[in-house]
């Protein structure tokens, strides 16, 4: 695999130019053109700054095809997703995702979700304060799962914790069939986010109100998806209008 298809590969996930990609870089758009063409190849320096840019290894920038099976990510978006209100619970067990999901489909019978009427829509994230010894010794991870409640919903029991947020924006890539290869896609997706924001001048917004990252699992045509999510703060309203629309 040339590094030139990999480089072009990289830009055009993440949305970026030529142009803003040479000037990132402090070149032209004719060497970024020629990289790409594998007429030329970067010097060292620029090797290393292009993996810091897209978040990705040299190794495997320079000698892996980064394109093999890559249809199953979506273009990176930045959106702005709507306010909600949760029902969450989190679980620190050595298989916490089935766990926390299943205690929260249980809790949605009870509590009268399930009888609504609309269709139930569940997320989930990492839970990350797990101590080094409970991870080591004891193989135990977090996760949290929840569900997003219908306008006007109260629950009939307790169980789970409520949480709200208002409108928040995030950037947001689509894997197609994440489960086929989970410990690859999902990690992947959350790369190739960074890499769009390195790339095109946006930050992780770290605001302790609102969720910084999420996953949302789904089916469509019989075809299953997860979006990943992560919480962004723009650093001018010009680039987030400019993303979005």
């Known amino acids: 695999m040339s590094l030139g298809k990999n480089l072009q590969y990289l830009r055009k996930k993440t949305n970026i130019t030529q142009e803003k990609l040479a000037e990132r870089m402090g070149i032209s758009r004719q060497t970024i053109s020629k990289w790409e063409a594998d007429e030329a190849y970067p010097e060292m320096d620029k090797l290393i700054a292009l993996c810091e840019l897209f978040s990705c290894k040299l190794d495997s920038l320079i000698r892996e095809d980064m394109t093999c099976g890559a249809d199953y990510y979506s273009p990176v978006r930045i959106e702005t997703v709507k306010g909600f209100r949760l029902a969450r619970y989190v679980m620190i067990t050595p298989n916490p995702e089935d766990d926390v999901q299943a205690y929260m489909k249980r809790w949605a019978e009870r509590s009268g979700l399930t009888n609504t009427g609309t269709e139930l ?25 929840g569900y997003v409640l219908p306008e006007g919903f109260e629950p009939a029991c307790e169980g789970a914790e409520l949480f709200s947020q208002g409108d928040e924006t995030y950037a947001i890539v689509t894997i197609r069939e994440p489960f086929i290869a989970p410990f690859e896609r999902i990690p992947g997706a959350y790369k190739l986010i ?47 209008h400019a993303f979005m629309g």
């Not at 990492?126 to 193989?139: H, L, T």
């Not at 789904?218 to 999510?229: C, L």
């Open 121 to 145: 829509k569940m997320i989930g994230w990492d839970f990350p304060f797990v101590s080094y010894e409970q991870q080591q010794r004891f193989n135990l991870r977090g996760y949290v799962a």
């Open 194 to 240: 960074i890499a769009h924001l390195n790339a095109n001048g946006f930050k992780e917004n770290t605001k302790s109100n609102a969720i910084a990252c999420y996953e949302w699992e789904y089916e469509k045509d019989g075809i299953s998806y997860m979006d990943v999510h992560i919480l962004v703060d723009a650093v001018s309203k010009g680039n987030l």
